[in-house]
């Protein structure tokens, strides 16, 4: 086990900058999860810390030790693959004791780990099956064996469930989550799905072109976002933004809540024009606009499936709602978040 | 009328679409191919068989069935023996060479380096120069008078100008000689197979066992060439049926020589059958060939349907 630290993470590919100085600090133990939009610059950092791309400038600093110039197998990484990367020409047994076998172990030795790794996934029926005989779902289960075989002092996830369908998806993230508990090892995961950003991580770090915009629980990153990228890329559908005085001022969908639903608290009432609105079972979003207001999209509103004001909320009226004023976040105008003005 | 116009209309329309139908349009656009086929392969060697149990030649044009007497003296001569084992040294020999160049030549082409593009270009050259000119450069590198490779060698102080080898005129150097030809007109051909192949390896296989600590070796022949096994075979199968019947380079650096030293079978036949015109027996000589081939196209095949889980 041992913490991560990136510093000052610079990594340029031929005129382009893909990882612009980031600094991160992952705890021993800790899940950190980098969440960005596709191209930020995510996997590009992962796999410098993994070795397989040297950085343009910076350091990977693993259990205290600088490691920029150790090649992969001597940083003590294990990395698991988007698509799990594994030898098709292999049984299962030979794809997990593959990281074991280049560091000439005892065959007995290699036995019992890929015993034990094939124990603790749940995958010891399919130990004499090869890769192609497999569901998604098994595959990642292997890969997931194959890199804990060498019991890794760190464990990147490359978007390990972005092959799975969503079903499964839910199951697996679950199933990561419980596992890395148990074995606590440190993880870093990249993702650009924010529901399992907010489900597994015990912090995440939001990227958007190769830079760091916040790190933070994912209480923190929802509730405190800290300016208007990551407001708008957590939470769907994401936080409404409008124009206000000489900024923007922002708040949840959930927030903006018909004005007989809220009772007592400062309240900032807004007149509300619902143009149509879609029934989810479990919620209901309202889409429409705020008169008077200047807003880049549609502002919606998250609200409870069955409510007798429902009832009063028709596409094309008007009708009151508000939002609490502590719910409400002040972004300046370029884009960082500022105090009430 | 109305009826009578509408009929008419109709039956138009089903010729109209006739080349619609895969069962009109499936045979003539096979039909060449079956026609190439049959007219310049299959009736050929159907001549062959015929010929090679007659007691055919050019002086005496007898078709009397003599059995497998032909087949029997062929076997019994000194030179066929010689000339069968000459062919498996010469297939296999320039088919190793030619995998190694191919293999080595492939890893280079895929670095990115200044040029590679046309470096890229350039290696297809033996492949594509006609055979007759490339051989010809070749026979005088390797002259004994005017030889580049020796006057390199003298020029380096690695030989004397008295101990300089006789390349075509050695038996064992003559061999080599068409081996490295041969092995260099096929190699080309090996590094588009391999890099066909490599390419086609999937990066997170590449970059998994870089994590896991596979170093250049292991990487390359326990993950890489295994993936890209049935490829290569594919290869392997046209290079070896290619050059077990092939008389070109032969025919035109030593023609067998010296002393049959040289000799393959595609030769042999020839001089056997065409030039000394005894058809009969070069016949024979020629369909020596089809089993050892079907031997070792079945044998391969077989091994490519294991590979494929």
Known sequence: MAAVITDDIVKQFEGTTAVNGISLSVADSEFMVLLGPSGCGKTTLLRIICGLEKQTAGDIVIGGNVVNDLPPRARGVAMMFQSYGLYPHYKVRDNIAFPLRTQRVPSAVIKSKVDWAAELLGITDLLDRRPRQLSGGERQRVALARALVREPTVLLLDEPLSNLDAKLRASARNEIKQFQQRVGTTTIYVTHDQVEAMGMGDRIAVIDHGQVRQIGTPTAIYDDPADRFVATFVGSPPMNIIAWNDGYLGFRPENLLPREMIDGGDVTEFSYHVDRWEYLGSERIVYGKLSGVEAAHEVTAKLPPAHVS???????????????????????????????? | MVAIADKAVQSRSRFKFILDRPKVLGPIFVAPAILYVLVLVGLPFLLAVYYSVSAYTIYTQSYHFVGLRNFIDIFHSQIFRQTLANTFIFTIGSQIIGLILGKFGALVLLRPFRGRKLVRALIVLPWAVPVALATVAWEWMFDSLYSVINWTLVALHIINRSEAPNWLGNPHLAMLCVIVVNA???FPFAIVIFLAGITAVPQDIIDASIVDGAGFWRRNYQIIVPIIAPIVVVGLIFGTVFTFTDLSVVYL??????????????????????????VAHGAAVSLIMLPVLFVLVILMLRFIRRREI
């Open chain 2, 253 to 278: 650096l030593t023609n067998g020589g010296p002393v049959n030293a040289t000799q393959v079978l595609g030769n042999l036949g020839f001089q056997i059958g065409i030039q000394s015109g005894d």
């Open chain 2, 184 to 186: 260099w007109r096929f």
């Open chain 1, 310 to 341: 429902m009832e009063s909320i028709r596409p094309g009226e008007k009708h009151a709602f508000g939002v609490r004023n502590n719910m409400i976040c002040y972004f300046n105008r370029d884009g960082a978040r500022a105090h009430r003005h």
